[in-house]
């Protein structure tokens, strides 16, 4: 993990959040790599959610919402992490973390007792601050869909089985953030609610797990590093009946990417109870009016980055030298060519280049780069994961063909100019 924090960080993936003022621990900003290969991971999960499906309907709702939504869904109360302070050194510490309850892991220092700690961010809306105007920061970005549950069925007229999709950021005050961009204070999520049959609510779970999993493997993670993880049933969140996670073997232990929940009809009878409105399903056919069933595969954006990013870290022993690629997927990998001419003191072979460049931007992410010798070029374009290099050099000028190299087997071919365009688009 050192090392792909350091490469993150080297080559523009992810930074310190305000770094110039000694940074914000566990904050982190995401740099020009970083957010291409994000909204690649957002846009991959869209499309296999949403335009793949027939039964997916994409939803944006606000972060701030009713107070009164948090307290129907249970999160004003039972959102919590037990945590211990010491008395000493004033450290806070997650009580379910502590071997030894009474004493300080770090100094040794007496603790209290073990106090309930609130993970929602709590501020207030407008110019004057008191209980009246309370509004949370959404800790998860479902309840925006439960609450919408009436709008859809009333604009939309889904049949059951259906479900809403959101990708949105979420905040928790996490008593323990850490393990780079793993636990952090604010992070995106990526999830569905989905509203089915109480007596096919198994049935779908079941489907929903070997679904999502699928989308990790078929996105390019090694079946070795992902597993599915029934949760026991003293794990379980207030409003869960059963809950599998999907966990991907990190550095620091196997750990959680997603959960796929069966949250029951808990959500739905909660609002419909708090807000007087009846949240009930009426099935036409069987002329009968229930509340559905929620399956909710629930993914953690940074955390999905964080396991492409582990995943597709290699390095490899070319002639005396180590070669650092990130072996991305090709929906993934933020660059998908690079164009490079071999000299930059030859003005024709820079203008070729760029033009070639240039049209090649119409159709895929390219880059221009001629601020180093080739063989610095391609090293960084390994290392950032980019798929194909097309060097110009000066017998194009002569035969109208580029070499293209091929990121993982470094093969390669030369193509006619006139021909480029159909051959990247053929590979990718
Ligand atoms: N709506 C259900 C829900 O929020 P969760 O298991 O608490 O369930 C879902 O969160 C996903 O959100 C997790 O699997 C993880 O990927 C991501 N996530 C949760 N807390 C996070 C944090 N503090 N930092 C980064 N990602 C987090």
Request: charged share 30%; hydrophobic share 35%.
């Amino acid at each position: 993990m050192e090392k792909v924090v350091s490469l993150c960080k080297r080559r523009g993936f992810i930074f310190q959040s305000s770094d110039i003022y000694g940074g914000l621990s566990n904050a982190w900003d995401y740099g020009p790599y970083g957010v291409e290969l994000k909204n690649n991971v957002k846009r991959a999960w869209w499309k296999s959610i949403v335009y793949q499906r027939n039964d997916i309907l994409g939803m944006d709702a606000a972060i701030l919402m009713h107070p009164k939504v948090w307290e129907a869904s249970g999160h004003v109360e039972n959102f919590y992490d037990l945590k211990s302070d010491c008395k000493s050194c004033k450290k806070r510490f997650k009580t379910a973390d502590l071997a030894d309850k009474n004493k300080c892991p770090e100094c040794g220092g007496e603790l209290t007792e073990s106090r309930k700690f609130n993970l929602m961010f709590k501020t207030h809306q407008g110019a004057v601050e008191d209980a009246a105007n309370v509004v949370y920061l959404r800790p998860e970005t479902a309840q925006g869909m439960f609450v919408n549950f009436s709008n859809i069925l009333d604009s939309k007229h889904p049949r059951l089985p259906f479900g809403m999709a959101q990708i949105g950021k979420a905040f928790r005050n996490e008593i323990t953030p850490g393990n780079f961009t793993f636990r952090t204070r604010e992070f995106e999520q990526m999830e569905v609610e989905y509203f089915v049959n109480p007596e096919d609510a198994d049935k779908k779970l079941a489907e929903w797990i070997e679904y999502r999993f699928n989308w990790y493997l078929d996105l390019g993670l090694k079946k070795e590093n992902l597993r599915q993880r029934p949760h026991a049933k003293d794990e379980l969140a207030h409003y869960a009946k059963a809950c599998t996670d999907i966990e991907y073997n990190f550095s620091f232990g196997w750990s959680e990417l997603e959960g796929i929940a069966n949250r029951t009809d808990f959500d739905l009878k909660q609002h419909a109870e708090a807000s007087g409105k009846d949240l009930r399903f009426f099935d036409d056919a069987a002329k009968k009016r229930f509340y559905p069933y929620i399956i909710e595969p629930s993914g953690g954006v940074d955390r999905s980055v964080l396991a492409y990013l582990a995943d597709a870290y290699h390095e490899e022993q070319v002639k005396e030298e180590t070669r650092v690629v990130l072996k991305l997927h090709r929906d993934l990998s933020p660059i998908k060519v690079a164009v490079l001419p071999l000299l930059k003191n030859r003005p024709q072979l820079v203008e070729l280049a760029k033009k070639i460049a240039q049209d090649l931007k119409k159709s895929h992410v390219t880059v221009y780069d001629d601020t180093a010798a080739i063989g610095k070029l391609y090293r960084r374009q390994d290392e950032v994961g980019t798929l194909y290099c097309v060097t110009i050099d000066v017998q194009s000028l002569e035969d109208q063909q580029v070499t293209v190299r091929d990121r993982d087997t470094m093969q390669q071919e030369r193509i006619g100019i006139d021909k480029l365009g159909e051959y990247l688009s053929g590979k990718l």
